[in-house]
């Protein structure tokens, strides 16, 4: 599958690439990161550098790096993974660095890949897991359309103790009313 570059008002969305290793380390080693991705698996330097320099070749995912209209500096990334272009869905997800969260980069990373998933890709749902602790993603998610469509009771960790994922999604339909509103 071609892995396409996406460009928006303020974002550009390219290939992730081995350049991208140090600051994917900076998130996946940041704790508060983990704990609203629901991360639980321990990666090292080296886990991250042999990921971005094969993750290109895969057929059923598109991983895209979020980055500055004008600059290649990694703010974050955008995956559509499990694509299935049988059944016409896929899967998101979306990380952003610490010093990137809540400036609007992460609704246009999700437009735009909306964009080539009900549009170029010709995809009918994209769905996603969230965990119940990230209220942030909830809101953010819920605002582009997307639906709660069930909850994974104590899915991941939370510290010692568990959170709920919550089982989103949007169809096309749904993503087409949106964007006539």
Same mark, same amino acid.
């Given at each position: 599958?071609?892995?396409?570059?996406?460009?928006?008002?303020?974002?550009?969305?390219?290939?992730?690439?081995?350049?991208?290793?140090?600051?994917?380390?900076?998130?996946?080693?940041?704790?508060e990161s983990r704990r609203l991705a629901g991360m639980s698996e321990q990666l090292t330097h080296?886990?991250?550098?042999?990921?971005?320099?094969?993750?290109?070749?895969?057929?059923?995912?598109?991983?895209?790096?979020?980055?500055?209209?004008?600059?290649?500096?990694?703010?974050?990334?955008? !995956?559509?993974? $499990?694509?299935?272009?049988?059944?016409? %869905?896929?899967?998101?997800? +979306?990380?952003? #660095?610490?010093?990137? &969260?809540?400036?609007?980069?992460?609704?246009?990373?999700?437009?735009?890949?909306?964009?080539?998933?009900?549009?170029?890709?010709?995809?009918?749902?994209?769905?996603? !897991?969230?965990? $119940?602790?990230?209220?942030?993603?909830? %809101?953010?998610?819920?605002? +582009?359309?997307? #639906?709660?469509?069930? &909850?994974?009771?104590?899915?991941?960790?939370?510290?010692?103790?568990?959170?709920?994922?919550?089982?989103?999604?949007?169809?096309?339909?749904?993503?087409?009313?949106?964007?006539?509103?």
């Amino acid at each position: 599958m071609d892995k396409p570059t996406l460009q928006g008002e303020m974002l550009v969305l390219r290939p992730i690439g081995p350049r991208d290793v140090d600051a994917m380390w900076e998130v996946v080693g940041d704790p508060e990161s983990r704990r609203l991705a629901g991360m639980s698996e321990q990666l090292t330097h080296h886990d991250v550098e042999r990921w971005t320099a094969h993750v290109g070749t895969a057929d059923d995912r598109i991983d895209l790096a979020v980055t500055m209209a004008g600059s290649d500096e990694y703010l974050g990334e955008i !995956v559509l993974d $499990a694509i299935d272009l049988v059944v016409r %869905s896929a899967n998101l997800r +979306l990380t952003m #660095r610490p010093a990137y &969260r809540g400036r609007g980069y992460g609704t246009e990373a999700i437009q735009l890949v909306l964009g080539m998933a009900f549009g170029g890709l010709g995809l009918h749902r994209v769905g996603l !897991v969230v965990p $119940a602790v990230n209220t942030r993603a909830k %809101s953010l998610y819920e605002n +582009l359309g997307f #639906r709660v469509e069930g &909850r994974l009771r104590d899915a991941y960790r939370d510290g010692e103790g568990w959170t709920d994922g919550l089982v989103m999604a949007l169809l096309e339909d749904e993503y087409r009313a949106g964007q006539h509103a």
